[in-house]
């Protein structure tokens, strides 16, 4: 698809946020797309605020772990009617109401790419966002470990939901130049959630407070809710299912009154962009063009048209945890407590600080060298960093431990972090995007439980001292190796056709 092309008169000029400005002068043209719309803007800061709450669930009890589970005493800040101050647990008891978020994310992200597919992208995030509103209220009010199993539970499919869904929605509402930062968007909001969740954590993790750590969640939950009301479905995937007229006034409306979407109407494959109804009265039925029958989860591993954009999400997730980020980011208080001179939470909030300036900092970069440049550099610059930080620990080289888990997040974020989220709605077309998005943070959120179960024990058995790390350099040697080999570049590809090098096939049996 070529570049949107907006040509202004002797009276319009560029539109910014929404703005007409005028002036005199002869006619202009601009080659370059007009800056994006508030609009647009406020659509995907909405839709990522569900990947937020994945963020902010997954360490909202880190910092008040102590106080939760009755380690820490302190007098109650506040009266809680019939709710004791704090729920008794060993740590097997804490680990299971830790875990237990992460299967409900694999149940919500197994169940929502057939209902993006079917239903739709928004219906999906709004029904994300109800449990998104239950599973906090339960967290914040529970007075046993079952009612707080339950709440994280229900929090997980929530966040499983929003993590396959919202990497859809914003790659079908972004222009075709700017897709990689917008997607970027997604693994920013990540680590804003969890950066939130640890800087309360440092306020308030004492007394009862803890509670309205855990209730602040539902609170956006709910204003999230309220925001998608004023949120459209994605012009894509109304084309798709036959609202060509409604797509092309939503599309219209997210890009500005002035913006020429010819371009991208093409790419819906219509034989007319004028609408369903246009389209009835200049040929027999017969002659439409058919709506792509949607892929189920399992149909489209089967199907060889799908299975190798499968095959490649399933690698660049399981490369995203397997190169050991969240070793750092769940396990950083005890791998550089006895490094700096300081308090193991902030060490921890630093640290995440980081990984939300690096990400926003290396957010256009997908779009300016594109996809696999960024997931190589990321790889790379990880497997480096997992040496060094073994050397450091394994010699006990303070500067060098610091530095190099520094440089660890740093590379994280030019490529790991934000684009295995992009991808999936770029290697395939809509019909098949919901079921390989599935297969995607299905990927991710076991490998995320593989690496927060099993990470004490590895690095216990091979003798501390870091020396896991070279596990992680090896697993970056071999899954970089991998993707090297077999993902393909998508930045600047209009359809996955073109990404894999194919003639257009509509058809799927």
């Known amino acids: 698809m070529a570049s949107p092309h907006y040509a202004f008169n002797t009276v319009h000029k560029p539109i910014l946020g929404g703005l007409e400005l005028h002036g005199k002068g002869g006619s202009m043209a601009v080659d370059t797309p007009a800056p994006s719309s508030l609009y647009l803007w406020y659509l995907i800061i909405v839709a990522t605020v569900g990947p937020l709450q994945f963020g902010y669930h997954l360490s909202e009890l880190n910092a008040p772990a102590d106080v939760i589970r009755c380690e820490q005493k302190s ?65 914040a009010l529970a007075s046993n470990i079952p009612v707080m199993s339950a709440g994280r539970f229900l929090s997980g499919i929530g966040a499983g939901a929003a993590t396959v869904v919202c990497p859809i929605y914003i790659a079908e509402i972004s222009p075709l130049e700017k897709r990689g930062l917008y997607g970027a968007f997604t693994q920013i909001m990540v680590n804003v959630g969890i950066l939130a969740t640890l800087l309360l954590g440092y306020f308030l993790s004492h007394g009862n407070y803890w509670r309205f750590i855990l209730a602040v969640a539902g609170m956006i939950g709910a204003a999230e809710f309220l925001g998608l009301f004023f949120a459209p479905e994605t012009p894509k995937w109304l084309a798709e299912h036959n609202q060509t007229n409604k797509a092309r006034r939503v599309l219209q409306r997210i890009r500005g009154p002035d913006a020429n979407i010819d371009d991208e109407i093409k790419d819906w494959k219509m034989d007319s962009p004028q609408g369903e109804e246009e389209s009835l009265l200049a040929a027999p039925s017969g002659e439409s ?19 190798p954009a499968v095959i490649a ?60 440049p960024c997931l190589l550099l990321s790889i790379a610059g990880m497997g480096i960093s997992s040496i060094l930080l073994a050397l450091g620990l394994e010699f006990g080289v303070k500067i060098l431990s610091a530095i190099a888990t520094l440089t660890f997040v740093a590379s994280f974020a030019v490529g790991l972090g934000p684009v295995p989220f992009i991808l999936a709605s770029e290697l395939v ?36 001292h870091g020396r896991a790390y070279w596990v992680f350099a090896g697993m970056a040697l071999l899954l970089g190796s991998f993707i090297w080999w077999w993902v393909p570049e998508t930045n600047q590809k209009a359809s996955a056709d073109e990404v894999w090098g194919r003639t257009e096939d509509r058809r799927v049996d």
């Open 75 to 139: 007098s109650p800040a506040f009266a809680a009617a019939q709710l004791p101050q704090c729920i008794p647990m060993d740590g097997n008891e804490f680990a299971l109401v830790q875990s237990i978020y992460t299967l409900g994310g694999l149940v919500g992200a197994l169940i929502a790419g057939p209902i993006a597919t079917k239903y739709g992208r928004l219906l999906t995030m709004r029904l994300a966002t109800i449990v998104f509103i239950l599973g906090p209220a339960a967290e």
């Open 289 to 307: 063009p058919p709506q792509q029958p949607s892929i189920s989860f399992l149909g489209a591993v089967r199907h060889p048209k799908y299975r």
């Open 313 to 372: 999400v399933i690698a660049v997730m399981a490369a995203q945890q397997f190169t050991g980020i969240n070793s750092i980011m769940m396990y950083s208080v005890s791998i550089l407590g006895g490094l700096l001179p300081t308090s193991a939470t902030l060490l921890t909030v630093a640290v995440s600080g980081l990984n939300v300036f690096t990400t926003l900092a290396c957010a256009p970069l997908a779009d300016k060298i594109g996809r696999k």
């Open 429 to 464: 077309g809509p019909e098949a995007v919901g079921a390989t998005q599935s297969w995607s943070l299905a990927s991710n959120w076991i490998s995320t439980f593989a690496v927060a179960q099993f990470f004490p024990f590895v690095d216990k058995a091979l003798g501390e």
